[in-house]
């Protein structure tokens, strides 16, 4: 890479996120706002017998209070489901508002619109529903037997099944002929987003030209503004979608939501700017949910411990309906379950469940942090199976080095990897020999606090996508990205990309980008973004794919500037194009640097265009649509190291390595602070969070006094640690980072929990590993 890509530039972003001065959609100020609040059910599962908005009503400040009967003719669509994944799945319908039967706690039945959030809130109080109470599918594995109908008119619970067995003889023969298997069954607790910023959105009607302009905190304007019009019957043209700040998303922002779909309509019927902004506790209900599956995993080995086949089978829990792309986030994991292992046979099938939840939804990693757990929990259980060490045990399971690219057994390409060079490195650092002396010799003494050493080797498949293979995953968009360049006359550039960064750096990437190519300083340059009237082409951020697709889009648009460039560089150095080079924003004759260019010049002449060459458009300005060939498979091993007392079974995570392999860094600083978060909310789901329904379907962990997000003090400082395997499916050689600290980081910290505790027999703890369920993991095994 050249001087500015790979090195450490601090993100430009960050002196107006971290001093207040960045704006999110609560600091936007309109005239003549009003706002909004929602009537939500309390019951998970109702019939709803009436809704009575008089009294609301009449409340001081009011101007509305609809249902779903007063807005019925305001939406064309129900909300969208972008993911049918097989084509008999069963979507019962969503809309913004309830009518009949609401399907979980916390689902809208009415709208209150007032002149002032607290004439909203206090007239909410006064909308009176009736409801008959119906009983609640909460528990997943119930749901799944059907024992109880999550929505009355349909005969069944399950959403669909998808399998993904493209050999089942070779599956039955592998364990038919195994020496050792093992058989796991983990569970993912659902957990919450808690972006620290709520949802918000704010609706602008321009009330004369029909236009709107929709300000959300949300990961993905260019996808809403397609799907708002869907939904609401406005043309795509008259709608304009704004991301400003948006603090924080971890996949919960990428998702079409009612109230957005609400807001418009309102702004629409009313001609008044509408304002709906979501409380913290009202979030925990309203914003979709992450994980929430059941996974079953067998491995059939041979005598040496190698693995011969994988089958898992997954219970994954969809809540009360079908957002964006819930059905689709196991998938995303359905098909790494052999993880980083050379294994010939595979066999993966899931089952979508509805439960009267809260919706599930994309979440950090999104199926592949559930697919790397079921693997590297179990690949452990092997290991004890066969009685070898987990480190040996994954050596002689790693594809190796020079099997790359490699055609896996679930049908993909894994780009590039070296696993053994980077568990060597995590292993360096950790100092692994050391690590297990000390915990020998914390035995030997019977000390009661135990040291574990926890190993997660993974592989995720990110940069979404190359839109074939979507289309053959049946999504409902593509996964290309598109950037524009504009070099303005003054040589200061414009970098507009359809990225919407929501706490990534891509502002400061992406000119590194255009630094490193356009030879311009990076402080000229500016990354114009989430804004649809701005950016108009784009399919935003998720799944780790900004970088490897719109980073790549940057970078060949750079490129088509260039050669842009060349031609009008040719035409006054009076050369040949061929014979230019261009080397840090310079043209030069090959051989003849006094006979040189710079950008600078270039593009003040394709402004003043008194000389260009014939045919040649006056400005410095290239777009590009890049779809990829392939996804990318970044990779590391992490090793978390615990202290787990005997006594009370609290559990002190000590030490954290990780080392990741995301292909050459743009920039590494960056590279390091996703690493960071991404593990914390790794360890998170290990040992902290947990969305807790009664058996009514009653959320009890709504507040931040009782869901348990880790804060500084409960995260140890993070080792860190690189390998660099380029990818050879992207230009730069970058693969995706944004998921791999959560993806690695929860088998890690559980593996290390039971490797602490396995000489006292026990083989499991459930997630998260709280101080009572590790204490009593200690007293089942001592029985
Ligand atoms: N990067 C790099 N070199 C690489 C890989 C990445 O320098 N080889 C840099 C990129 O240039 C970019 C950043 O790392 O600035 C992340 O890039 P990428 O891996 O492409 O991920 P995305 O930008 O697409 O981000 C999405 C990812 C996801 S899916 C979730 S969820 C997530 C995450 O990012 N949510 C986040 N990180 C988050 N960080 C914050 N602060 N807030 C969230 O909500």
Redesign the pocket.
């Known amino acids: 890479m050249s001087a500015v890509l790979g090195t450490r530039v601090p993100r430009r972003e960050d002196a107006e996120l971290l001093t207040g001065a960045a704006r999110f959609v609560d600091d936007l100020r309109i005239h003549g706002e009003l706002h909004v609040k929602l009537v939500r059910s309390p019951f998970a599962h109702a019939r709803i017998r009436s809704i009575d908005t008089a009294g609301a009503a009449a409340r001081p400040d009011v101007v509305a209070v609809l249902t779903a009967t007063d807005l019925r003719d305001e939406f064309v669509t129900p909300l969208p489901c972008a993911w049918p994944v097989t084509p008999d799945m069963v979507n019962p319908a969503h809309w913004p508002l309830a009518s009949d039967e609401v399907h979980y706690a916390g689902e809208p039945v009415a709208v209150v619109v007032a002149r002032s959030r607290v004439a909203a809130r206090d007239a909410m109080e006064w909308v009176v529903v009736e409801y008959d109470e119906l009983p609640a599918a909460v528990d997943l594995e119930t749901a799944a037997s059907d024992a109880t109908l999550a929505h009355s008119e349909l005969s069944s619970n399950t959403a669909y099944v998808w399998p993904l067995v493209p050999d089942p003889d070779a599956v039955d023969r592998a364990f038919a002929a195994a020496v050792h298997t093992v058989k796991e069954r983990y569970v993912h607790q659902r957990l919450i987003a808690m ?1 620290m910023e709520p949802r918000g959105v704010a609706v602008v009607p321009e009330v004369y030209g029909g236009n709107y302009i929709v300000y959300s905190a949300t990961q993905i304007p260019h996808i809403l503004k397609v799907q708002l019009g869907l939904c609401t019957g406005i043309d795509e043209h008259k709608l304009r979608v704004v991301a400003p700040s948006v603090g ?4 919960s922002k990428l998702d079409v939501y009612g109230e957005e779909v609400l807001c418009l309509v309102l702004a629409r019927r009313l001609g008044r700017p509408i304002r709906w902004n979501e409380e913290r506790g009202e979030g925990t209900q309203a914003t979709v949910q992450g994980r929430g599956q059941i996974q079953q995993i067998e491995l059939a080995a041979d005598a040496e411990g190698r693995i011969t086949a994988v089958r898992a089978e997954v219970v994954a829990d969809m809540g009360a309906y079908l957002q964006l792309v819930t059905p689709g986030v196991p998938l995303l994991g359905g098909f790494i379950y052999h993880g980083v292992y050379d294994v010939a046979a595979y066999s993966f099938t899931c089952r979508g469940v509805f439960t009267n939840c809260t919706p599930t939804d994309a979440y ?1 990693g999104a199926g592949r942090p559930e697919a790397t757990y079921a693997i590297e929990r179990s690949i452990e259980a092997l290991a004890r199976e066969v009685g070898v060490d987990p480190v040996e045990i994954r050596r002689r399971n790693f594809i190796a080095a020079d099997q790359f690219p490699y055609e896996t057994c679930a049908g993909l390409t894994y780009d590039s990897g070296d696993y053994s060079t980077a568990l060597d490195e995590a292993l360096r650092i950790a100092g692994y020999e050391q690590l297990r002396t000390e915990q020998a010799s914390r035995r030997d003494r019977r000390d009661t606090r135990h040291l574990g050493i926890g190993i997660s080797a993974y592989v995720e498949m ?1 940069g979404l996508a190359p839109s074939r293979l979507l289309a053959q995953l049946s999504f409902g968009a593509g996964g290309w990205e598109h950037a524009e360049v504009r070099v303005l006359p003054t040589a200061k550039v414009e970098v507009i990309t359809g ?1 919407s ?6 502002e ?2 992406w000119a590194m980008i255009a630094s490193d190519r356009l030879g311009i300083p990076i402080d000229h340059i500016e990354v114009l973004h989430s804004d649809t009237a701005i950016s108009h082409l784009g399919l935003d ?8 697709v719109g ?1 790549t889009a940057v970078y060949l648009a750079c490129d088509k500037v260039i050669e842009k460039a060349r031609l009008i560089a040719a035409h006054h150095l009076e050369a040949a194009e061929a014979d230019l080079e261009f080397v840090d924003g310079q043209f030069s004759v090959r051989g003849t640097p006094a006979r040189s260019l710079p950008i600078e010049m270039i593009a003040f002449e394709a402004f003043t265009a008194h000389n260009l060459p014939d045919g040649v458009e006056p400005n410095l300005t290239a777009s590009a649509s890049y779809d990829p060939q392939n996804f990318t498979f970044p990779f590391g091993v992490h090793i978390a190291v615990v202290d787990v007392d005997e006594e009370t079974g609290a559990v002190d995570l000590v030490r954290y390595i990780a080392v990741d392999d ?7 600083l ?2 390091e602070g ?1 690493v960071h ?2 593990v914390v909310q790794g360890v998170a789901q290990a040992l902290f969070e947990e969305a807790v329904y009664d058996d009514a379907g009653q959320l009890r962990t709504a507040s931040l006094a009782d869901y348990l997000v880790p804060s500084a003090a409960e995260v140890p400082g993070i080792e860190l640690g690189h390998t660099i395997t380029p990818s050879p499916v992207t230009p730069m050689g ?6 791999a600290g959560t993806i690695g980081a929860a088998p890690a910290v559980i593996n290390a929990i039971v490797d602490a505790l396995s000489h006292l027999g026990v083989t499991d703890v459930a997630m998260p590993a709280t101080p009572e369920r590790v204490w009593t993991a200690i007293q089942e095994a001592r029985r």
């Open positions: 972006a924080g998303g971890f996949g950090r990110c990225t960064p929501h706490g990534q750096g891509h400061t990437s951020t998720y799944g780790s794919r900004s970088l490897a980073g995301c292909g050459n860094m743009v920039n590494p960056i590279v996703q978060g991404g970058a693969k995706g980072v944004g998921e």
